[in-house]
């Protein structure tokens, strides 16, 4: 799938391997935990295993059922991570005979719920990349103050698609009627997988004519791409380079209500200073769509299926970056946060093209 990168500088040729030595991810949780209650909660940091294997091992050793566990996200195989999971803290005692050569229990402590999908603010975020020479050093930091000020497309990352990068093709099979899948759990990943496949393709499109409408006269692009004349002279105006247009959907930010947009002028600089952003459609039931001009654009991604929909940002504000240059190496270490459901791999994406 070839999607718009909004920024425009070349392709930069560094190394990037993910690896339990050059990408490590430590979970933000959403809330204190109580120190006391009936679940145990786990802080593990693990190496070269996804999830649900460190799940999976754990669940072996207690004899238990891997359902038993709750946990906030998915993390990367591929990767060293730390994050919190919990169980019974019936277990606790068995638990401190545990030992494996990927998994580390670092510290427990107790809460009155399990842990849930979606109970995380968020994760920071250590990446290392390689092969970096001084003319790459000072593009790397151009980008990176670049996302500091206007954020980062909120693509889904390949991650999502499977390791082939095809899951959306079952879904779409799915939704269409052209393949069965008994599997529930299956049958969820490949739909998910394809709505996020149709919500890449519409944030590119958006990118797309947000840096047209950068590039060219208003009258240019109004006589070759029959956009309303009016609304490019609004976006034309917009501090930001992703640009919002009448009917689109905004959200406050970093958390809060979604709302019909009012005011272009007065938005687009709320935008611009990170207080809401647009969003797109996960398409769905049961979800706001865009209006006006925001869905002549929209409507060709909104396909109809059985899976609720939803409303996911569009642009993220990534927090606290820092860049560290070992020039002895040629490495370049990167340190971030990003919100709960916006992808690592992809702020790389944006940057290295």
């Known amino acids: 799938m070839q999607i718009q990168r909004y920024l425009n500088h070349s392709k930069i040729d560094v190394y990037f391997k993910q690896s ?6 430590h979970e933000v949780p959403l809330y204190e935990f109580s120190k006391e209650g009936e679940h145990l909660i786990i802080k593990l940091r693990k190496k070269d295993l996804a999830t649900w294997d460190a799940i999976e091992i754990l669940a072996n050793f207690l004899k238990c ?3 038993e566990f709750g946990y906030a996200g ?4 591929n990767a060293m991570t730390v994050q919190h999971i919990s169980v ?4 606790e005692e068995a638990l401190k005979e545990f030992t494996h050569e990927n998994i580390k229990i670092l510290e427990t402590t107790y809460h009155n719920n399990k842990i849930k999908i979606g109970h995380l603010k968020g994760n920071n975020f250590f990446i290392r990349l390689k092969r970096v020479g001084l003319v790459e050093k000072q593009k790397i930091e151009e980008a990176l103050g670049k996302i500091a000020t206007f954020g980062m497309p909120n693509y889904f990352g390949f991650q999502r698609f499977g390791i082939d990068g095809e899951n959306y093709k079952k879904g779409k099979a799915i939704v269409e009627g052209e393949l069965k899948e008994r599997n529930r759990n299956l049958k969820q990943m490949f739909i998910n997988s394809y709505q996020s496949y149709l919500f890449n393709l ?5 990118i797309e004519i947000s840096k047209l409408i950068d590039s060219f006269e ?3 692009i109004y006589e070759k791409l029959n956009l309303p004349l009016e609304e490019v002279k609004r976006a034309k105006n917009q501090p930001h380079p992703f640009k919002i247009f009448t009917g689109d959907l905004l959200s406050h930010y970093p958390f809060g209500r979604i709302f019909i947009i009012d005011d272009l002028e007065v938005e687009s600089q709320k935008f611009l200073d990170k207080d809401r952003v647009p969003t797109g459609l996960l398409s769905g039931k049961r979800v706001k769509k865009s209006e006006a001009f925001a869905q002549e654009i929209e409507k060709d991604f909104d ?4 899976e609720d929909g939803a409303r996911r940002f569009a642009f993220i504000f990534p ?3 820092e860049s560290n240059y070992k020039e002895d190496k040629n490495h370049m270490e990167l340190s971030f946060y990003l919100p709960k459901g916006s992808y690592a791999t992809e702020l790389i994406a944006e940057i290295l093209h």
């Open 20 to 25: 339990k030595d050059d990408f490590v991810v």
């Open 65 to 67: 059922s891997p359902r």
């Open 74 to 77: 998915l993390k990367d195989k």
């Open 88 to 91: 019974h803290r019936k277990y």
């Open 202 to 206: 519409w944030l590119s499109k958006r």
């Open 218 to 220: 208003a009258k240019e």
């Open 303 to 306: 396909i109809e299926m059985s």
């Open 319 to 321: 927090e606290n970056i």
